[in-house]
């Protein structure tokens, strides 16, 4: 027979309230021995919650949702959902993946959001797809939602920044301060389609402003190694190559290491080459790969600003979080 929530609680001599609370994650009042009995007591029994029961009871999904630009391939993706699953699992919460990379995903996934699937969502930066508008209708339905990007934000959400304009545009001046001065960017498909540059392609833009630097050099490429590689190669054929390549990611950094020594060049002595990501595999390029992006590669603050909404009685004022970025110098530039 299974065993229940009620002899749990005999066995830890506490309520089934408490029982309720501990296995649910809502346990900030429960005392940290309390806890700890009402946990042994439930590994004892073998106790899982229905979670089938718990979800019609309180017509919840027990399930919390990552939209992000796509599956896999970027390292600093698979440990944000590395460490929202975490969370979730020790919340009693499962986790479902909308990829959202075009206009219709982004459409498609707010109509699947405000339809129920999940009782909060995280949604990682996936470009201009999903729009402040979009992002108005989920909160609109009462759902959680907490978003990582430098763009607008509708109220009622929390939102995690990031410096990237002046983190880029210090590694442009660095490129500039060892005298390059045909800098060419590698840019993301997003960036190139605005009114007006943002981010890493407006850091890129600033630092050669500031040094009356008119050649200005900016190609798509930097969405995934292949086109990286097609791009970095493509420059470095033309008639007059750039000096110093900033990618807008890692991964397209290292594809250009890759281009500029396939063409018979040296990086940094003929092309100096700098990424965005920060990624432990730019320690094992050749040379190490000079690089901007966040310093610590830890989103437990930033999957605890949703588990926080998603539980707490009252909706809480939105917050903003700024994760700290810098500019890390190595031996690619």
Not at 33 to 47: H, N, S
Not at 138 to 146: G, N, Y
Not at 313 to 328: H, S
């Amino acid at each position: 027979m299974r065993p229940t929530a009620k002899q749990v609680a005999e066995l830890a001599g506490v309520s089934t309230a408490t029982v309720s609370y501990v296995l649910s994650g809502r346990d900030r009042r429960v005392g940290a021995e309390t806890r700890q009995r009402v946990l042994d007591a439930a590994a004892r029994l073998g106790y899982t919650p229905n979670q089938a029961a718990r979800s019609l009871r309180r017509r919840r999904t027990q399930r919390v949702c990552l939209v992000q630009g796509s599956f896999g391939g970027v390292p600093t993706d698979e440990r944000l959902a590395r460490d929202l699953h975490e969370m979730a699992d020790g919340h009693g919460y499962s986790v479902v993946t909308l990829a959202v990379y075009s206009e219709a995903r982004a459409v498609a996934a707010v109509d699947v959001l405000r339809g129920g699937i999940a009782d909060a969502v995280l949604v990682n930066n996936v470009g201009d797809h999903l729009t402040e508008e979009l992002l108005a209708q989920v909160v609109s339905a009462r759902l959680p939602t907490v978003v990582i990007g430098n763009g607008p934000v509708p109220p009622g959400c929390d939102v995690v920044r990031a410096p990237e304009t002046e983190v880029s545009a210090e590694a442009v001046e660095h490129l500039i301060a060892q005298g390059r001065r045909r800098v060419a960017f590698l840019a993301q498909r997003y960036e190139l389609y605005r009114d007006r540059p943002i981010g890493r392609l407006l850091g890129y833009h600033t630092a050669l402003d500031r040094h009356g630097i008119e050649q200005r050099t900016v190609v798509s490429g930097a969405d995934d190694r292949v086109s990286a590689y097609q791009a970095a190669t493509g420059l470095l054929r033309s008639p007059d190559p750039p000096d110093a390549v900033f990618a807008a990611s890692d991964r397209a950094a290292i594809s250009t290491i890759w281009a500029v020594r396939d063409a018979g060049l040296r990086v940094p002595a003929d092309v100096a080459v700098v990424g965005v990501g920060n990624i432990d595999e730019g320690l094992i390029t050749n040379p190490q790969l000079s690089t901007v992006g966040p310093i610590r590669h830890d989103y437990t603050d930033v999957v605890r600003l949703l588990f926080d909404r998603l539980q707490a009685e009252e909706p809480p004022p939105a917050r903003e979080i700024v994760r700290p970025w810098t500019f890390v110098r190595r031996g690619s530039s």
